[in-house]
């Protein structure tokens, strides 16, 4: 490497496609590239040294969007000597070598196994002037292990378990991520701990089935015994987990979620179908009556639960029938909002195979009255909420018209989304997009956690992680208006680091990784994290 190359840091941008769990893997793709020596490419236009695509393969058209965006790049890169193009993630497990064939132009290709092998990757294409596929069959290491560029100052990504033991047959994530693997659960409460130290509010554990958490380590309980641990830990205001599966959610569960005061009454539970024979067929082991019960238990506990759910419409074999029957859950369950899917058949799952595959027209028209079902329930729950007092934790980039509004967005304790007015006192909180924080300091600020700021006054003015108190005026089916004056205002460290420019870093076990450019600054201590 040349001294010129070293004294000018090779700059990436990575682009991600998915679920959270992908959106995690991106923060740790990014801190991995940071550690070796890459700078974020700024947002001026030109062109980044290294692009990575962190994919998904759940969807039908996620193959079209990627290669899609590869053709863009292509004369992109032509113009661009040395430019690398890396694609990781589910679509790079499942197409492997078929993506240097189908787009030559690609430098690397990563599975959903070997994150932590993209630096090396990266540093061997470059080498060999080749593309280099790397694709491992089972987990090299616990991807919590390895350093993370945390997108948000005040909320943070936990993985708890990667994989998953389930057997459903529309889906072909067991076949991408692998059998279900637990960590310890004081490796999960070291890496909340480290997070909260560095003034992050709230977290989200994540799994592809957290309530199965501990079936490695044979505690069926883990879980619920995860989450009241969580409620000790101080400073952590909010927790929150993604996503359960109803055959194994306990009552141990909803207990813990109601007893644990930071634990918010918010569940995604994902319903797929309300037909007891399409739930057969597509082999979710519950059946309707299950599911509602479950909901009626967790109501019962929290009243104020909101409840968030996942439904597939036009499975193969689907009858008009089976299609009121999860219209009727839908109106039972009274969810306060849903992501709706058209059944999208991937290769190498059963339901790919099955006979009575629906027309599009049929799934479409189905698909367009779900939607409609779906909007008059959760337009009818969040009218409820006028006039009541929320609490909003301030977010970056939920609201896209706020500048033009003149409000400010976040998330309420239940997962609402709020648009509010910042009053008198204005707000600083125009940081640019998530993950155009800058450059990492030491952790928090002295003397700001807990202050109540004054609306009005300069001291007061509302930063992305503070938290605010808010009258609900107006409500929508997909969000909340609150336009009087805040009721109050408590800044927070997360808003200090947000207003610094600051980001939390979780150092990880990096092992022989090649070093790109300027070293990075050594990172700041943590309570155990990197020992994971």
């Known amino acids: 490497m040349t ?38 490419a700024a947002d001026s236009g030109d062109d980044p040294d290294v692009v990575v695509f962190n994919t998904c393969a759940v969807r039908e058209n996620a193959d079209n969007r990627l290669y899609g965006n590869l053709g863009h790049l292509r004369p992109v890169k032509d113009r661009h000597p040395g430019m690398q193009i890396a694609v990781g993630g589910c679509l790079a497990q499942k197409d492997r070598g078929d993506i240097v064939r189908k787009a030559p132009w690609v ?95 709230e977290v989200t554990l994540l799994g592809q089935n957290v ?18 641990a969580c ?22 569960v909803i207990a813990a979620m109601a007893e644990t005061p930071n ?11 309300g037909s007891d024979d399409v739930l057969r067929a597509m082999r979710r082991s519950y059946r309707s009556d299950r599911y509602l019960g479950i909901i009626e238990k967790v109501r019962a506990a929290m009243p104020d639960a ?24 839908v109106r039972a369950a009274r969810f306060s909002s849903a992501f709706t899917f058209q059944y999208s058949k991937r290769p190498g799952t059963p339901a790919a195979t099955m006979a009575d595959q629906l027309p599009k027209q049929v799934v479409q028209e189905r698909y367009e009255r779900l939607i409609a079902c779906v909007e008059e329930i959760t337009w009818a729950e969040n009218k409820r ?4 007092t929320v609490e909003v934790l301030v977010a970056v980039g939920e609201g896209r018209k706020d500048e033009r509004t003149g409000r400010m967005s976040g998330r309420a304790r239940d997962g609402r989304l709020v648009h509010f007015a910042t009053g008198a006192a204005g707000a600083i909180g125009q940081l640019g997009a998530p993950g155009a924080i800058g450059q990492p300091g030491a952790p928090g600020a002295a003397g700001a956690a807990g202050q109540l700021g004054a609306v009005g006054s300069a001291a007061g003015r509302i930063r992305p992680g503070d938290i605010v108190h808010t009258t609900v005026t107006y409500a929508a089916p997909h969000h909340l208006n609150a336009d009087g004056e805040p009721l109050s205002h408590r800044r927070t460290r997360a808003g200090d680091a947000a207003e610094a420019g600051r980001s939390p870093r979780t150092p990880g076990v990096l092992l022989g990784l090649p070093t790109i450019g300027a070293p990075a600054a050594a990172p700041a201590p943590t309570t155990g994290c990197a020992a994971h």
Request: glycine share 8%.
């Open 263 to 273: 634990v918010c009454h918010s569940l995604h539970m994902p319903l797929q179908s």
């Open 211 to 228: 309530n199965s958490y501990g079936v490695e380590f044979g505690d069926r309980y883990a879980f619920g015994k995860l989450l009241r």
């Open 385 to 388: 909420l006028l006039g009541e």
């Open 3 to 40: 001294t010129a190359a070293a004294s000018s840091p090779r700059t990436y941008q990575v682009r991600t496609y998915g679920c959270q769990m992908n959106v995690h893997d991106s923060e740790r793709i990014s801190g991995l590239l940071e550690q070796a020596g890459y700078v974020r």
């Open 107 to 201: 430098d690397v290709v990563f599975g959903t196994h070997n994150i932590g092998a993209l630096p090396v990757l990266l540093e061997r294409a470059r080498h060999n002037a080749a593309a280099e596929v790397e694709i491992l069959e089972s987990l090299d290491i616990f991807p919590s292990t390895l350093p993370t560029r945390r997108e948000s100052t005040y909320a943070g990504w936990v993985s708890i378990s990667v994989g998953c033991n389930n057997t459903c047959t529309f889906c072909i994530v067991p076949a991408l991520r692998g059998k279900e693997k637990d960590r310890r659960p004081g490796d999960v409460l070291s890496e909340v701990r480290a997070l909260v130290d560095e003034g992050v509010l």
């Open 306 to 329: 909101a409840i968030t759910t996942d439904i597939i419409v036009g499975f193969p074999g689907e009858t008009e029938a089976d299609f009121q029957r999860t219209l009727d859950v």
């Open 231 to 252: 409620g000790d830990i101080d400073g952590l205001e909010r927790v929150r987990f993604t996503s359960p599966h109803p055959k194994d959610f306990t009552d141990d």
